[in-house]
């Protein structure tokens, strides 16, 4: 495979929450992004999915670990370097009602990423950068002077959207791009990053937390509990055979849109809640709920380790579960 | 089974500054005992407030009661007043809502809020409420009851905050339950441990529930019959083998489109609908779904389509489906 175009190599991201507790939301964390992949980030809420899309392009400190990108570790970057850096990341929102400026009207709040670096020399080519960009989106000249509270919600995220490529970055995190839109406009927003993807090379971070939209959209996927990575594979080979317990379980648990599927299929039915995050014992974080767990599994945190190839699995039990 | 409750062109509006927002506009269905009917369409479409004004839950004004019949058990709820509406609310018809974070009162236990239900409804002593309290925890599954209902809502996780309100909704062991969206601020791993629960409790106490989502695949896993919505009006309703083997409207079947499959190929394109629907300030006198319709004719623009019947329990409002329509197309291709 080619360089990866981003290398997260043990990246932790601890909150103090007071009274001498640390809540460890991103607890240790490796993986690779290819250029022009998209690489999708799945897990249930409070799992720290969104604090790893966060603190990969340094919008959180990290607590330790790095983030390789073009050779540099993007922590150990002055803020002047950075800066430059960060026309290459962009990030787009989940809730398209609070990631946009009720004040200002579509035109500035496109521009605004040109202005702060300076991406244009004169007032023409401001405007006609921003048009272009609308336009790109499915929006029109017309829209240039209105403001957010005029457009539907898969309106406002295209707006999020032109705005995230006015700098022409090399990566984007999406975080819930979609979750706050009805299906049918779902399927829009979904189809426009995919064409973008494809005619401008951009690599995704795509979190989420539709398993379903999750295989659709990402060529990898990764499965996050309670702050670790539990298992990474091609998005084909995760849903069609997983072996982590949880990525079972988590698979069984989605709705299929098939009655005869859905009244016939085998579920595991996972006990309890997310355990919380607040100093964590150091065991296998899914111990609790787990079918297979034994006294190793309450003692060790499990290796994060290669099992097949290009098949990443973080479970004492996995090739047991491999040999079935 | 007899019929529960029956709805007859029904029509609810808001009263507005700007005019009249024609919320629902017309519509027509029946729940029978025990049964599990799920309302689905997109936000705005009047799935909501259908279901809101079976309960008379709507604030009146704005909202009124534009035209038809609610009857629930031969009794229409139109016509009640807010004395009787008490009565039935919460005790033969229940609700449970999307947010499970926001309908539970955070400054009070939730032992007393069950208990205060309780009493509401039925001549039980405080100490006899209190054991129907815990049988209530214990059927929806929480663990520990007699030491839970001394806690707080935000000791409570999503799930378990689901769970003590379907436990509230449920005390007076109601004919109806209507769920409103009650899975969608929930993990999977939750919402089908929910799911799972509503299923057994409506095995054990013969429940009907109208289930209100967005989530076709929620829908094919609890629902025997669906009603698709589009801009305050039905258009097409059916079996769930009924609609999901054989849609007959464009857009449930678009719909049905626009959502992944996991044994879909990731070359494929979603199908997605293009623009969105319309303005129910100023309704369309047409079939709502005209200019999102890919195979719309010049009919659907000033003509709502009747109601065609493709089965006794599957019709649909579409001119596709009309005789006259099937004659013209089969005419064109010679």
Known sequence: MAEPLISVRNVKKYFDVGKGKTLKAVDGISFDIYPGETFGLVGESGCGKSTVGRTIIRLYEPTDGETIFNGKNIYKLSRHEMQEVRRDFQMIFQDPYASLNPRMPVIDIIGEPLDIHKAYKNHKERYSRVIELLELVGLSEEHAQRFPHEFSGGQRQRIGIARALALNPKFIVCDEPISALDVSIQAQVVNLLKKLQKDFGLTYLFIAHDLSMVRYISDRVGVMYLGHMMELATSEELYNNPIHPYTQALLSAIPIPDPEIQRNRHRIMLEGDVPSPIDPEDNCRFVDRCRYATERCRKEIPEYREVKKNHFVACHKADEILKG | ?334
């Open chain 2, 1 to 334: 089974m007899g019929k529960l409750l029956e709805v007859k062109d029904l029509a609810v509006s808001f009263q507005t500054y700007f005019g009249e927002v024609e919320a629902v506009r017309g519509v027509s269905f029946h729940v029978d005992r025990g049964e599990t009917v799920a309302l689905v369409g997109e936000s705005g479409c009047g799935k909501s407030v259908t279901a809101n004004s079976i309960m008379q839950l709507l604030p009146m004004p704005p909202a009124f009661y534009k035209n038809g019949q609610i009857l629930f058990e031969g009794e229409d709820i139109v016509k009640k007043s807010d004395k009787e509406m008490q009565k039935i609310r919460g005790n033969k018809i229940s609700m449970i809502f999307q947010d499970p974070m926001t309908s539970l009162n955070p400054t009070m236990k939730i032992g007393k809020q069950i208990v205060e239900g309780i009493l509401k409804h039925q001549k039980l002593s405080k100490d006899e409420a209190k054991k129907k309290a815990i049988e209530m925890l214990e059927l929806v599954s929480v663990p520990q009851p007699e030491k839970r209902i001394n806690q707080y809502p935000h000791e409570f996780s999503g799930g378990m905050r689901q769970r003590v309100m379907i436990a509230l909704a449920m005390v007076s062991n109601p004919e109806l339950l209507i769920a409103d969206e009650p899975t969608t601020a929930l993990d999977v791993t939750v919402q089908a441990q929910i799911l799972d629960l509503m299923k057994q409790i409506q095995d054990k106490l013969g429940t009907a529930i109208i289930l209100i989502t967005h989530d076709l695949g929620v829908v094919a896993d609890i629902s025997d019959r669906v009603i698709v919505m589009y801009a305050g009006k039905f258009m097409e309703e059916g079996t769930t083998d009924e609609i999901f083997k054989n849609p007959k409207h464009p857009y449930t079947r678009k719909l049905l489109g626009s959502v992944p499959r996991l044994d879909m190929d990731r070359s494929e394109s979603l199908h997605s609908i293009e623009g969105t629907p319309p303005d129910l300030y100023r309704p369309p006198k047409g079939c709502p779904f005209f200019d999102r319709c890919d195979e719309a004719m010049i009919i659907c623009k000033d003509y709502m389509p009747e109601k065609e019947y493709h089965t006794d329990s599957h019709y649909s409002y579409c001119w596709l489906n009309h005789p006259m329509a099937k004659a013209a197309s089969e005419g064109s291709e010679i």
